[in-house]
């Protein structure tokens, strides 16, 4: 059966790539196929398969795997450890998807951390956690390489304080300028500014970047990457992720590391045993922040999670909607609400959701501001339920007024919660 792997031009933040393959060309695994233009912002491509190319159009180059493949590679030829880092086509991996070779290209005059987002902070999401447990020496040389290129005097492992084995096997491998710092099992914990503020103690204004806190903040497997790129030689060409919910072994959590990126997301179900028969939508990400993805779509490089979500249930006539700035977007909540057969009495945004620059950003991420205003404005609106995309805490706001206005509650992440078996976001409390 022919074997197609996709390689979208443009991943991540900045301009599209240039392919520079023809089609029916032969190429390697590692070998690069689109490279990113010279003066601007964005990251080069590689082929994480050895095979022939079947086409190219503005968008994808589409490559036909060869039957046999080897685990070998192309390696990078730069000299310096950020030359290879920009030759490998390393991005944050934590779904951000920002140049790291730009991240990295400051230097600290004095003091400057390091901050290593191990939260994880998605539930569902295990991959991270368990590169970590496997991996722990390479992640640390991952960080001392980041270390050396800023000139950074600390670092900062950020990791939620229940993950015990992941943090013992970090404990065993920690030189002294490597710290950890235990995070509370909160969402959205692991939101850039809200590592800032659990590690530092400071809060940055919403438009500001972790450097005003002389810190850089960067994804656990963007690390273990660098290490790759500058000790192995080895380019951006393969990705951990989750695979998850309605599958044929229902409710199953399932970790991979080192699948080829391109690879369709059929086939990562195929892998985890298949696809349930019945399932409400394919999730690409984690439960609050992923997006609704078709099967026929390819593995990139900021996918770090796929799920089959729980079938639709009916909602009532009208929702309202509660959008907040760090999970599901007004029009994620419209796209779950359509397929939950409702319509839109009112829509409403947590008062901490400012828009910066076009996104929607929380001054104070996962610290409630008082959500009863919301939801009576959404009752006053027609709502008969509610759809909430809030973090943990303001969830629980919610709780505490919803039910005595006679409003049922729904959150974004219900599906893939429901797919896993797990606890629904409602009432929680955060624990270390
Ligand atoms: S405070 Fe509001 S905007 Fe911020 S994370 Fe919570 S719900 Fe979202």
Redesign the pocket.
Known sequence: MEKLYGFALKQGIGAPSVPIVKENERVKRGQLIAKCPSDKLGNHIHSSITGTVKSIDETNILIQADEEQSPEFIELVSDSPLDLIKEAGIIGLGGAGFPTVVKLSHRFDNKGTILINASECEPILSHNIKRTEKNPAEIIRGIEIVMDLTNATDAIIAIKGYHDAAIAALKNVLPEKIQIHELPNIY?VGDERAVVRECLDILLDVDQLPLAADAIVINLETVFRIYQAVDLKKPLIDKDLTVAGKLVDSGAIKTYFDEPLGMKFSAMFDLAGGIGKEYGEIVEGGPFMGKRAGLDDYLHKTTGGLIASEVFWNGPEKLGLLV????AHKDRLSEIAESMGSEIAGIEY?K??IEVKGTLK?T??????GQVQKVMALKKAGAQAVLIS??T??SNTVMSCAPQLKLPVYHATDGSLRACNLKLVRRMKSTT
Request: hydrophobic share 15%; proline share 16%; glycine share 10%.
């Open positions: 959205p907040c700035a760090c999970g947590c901490q959701a929380c104070n991420p996962g610290i409630c501001p809030n973090c805490d303001c």
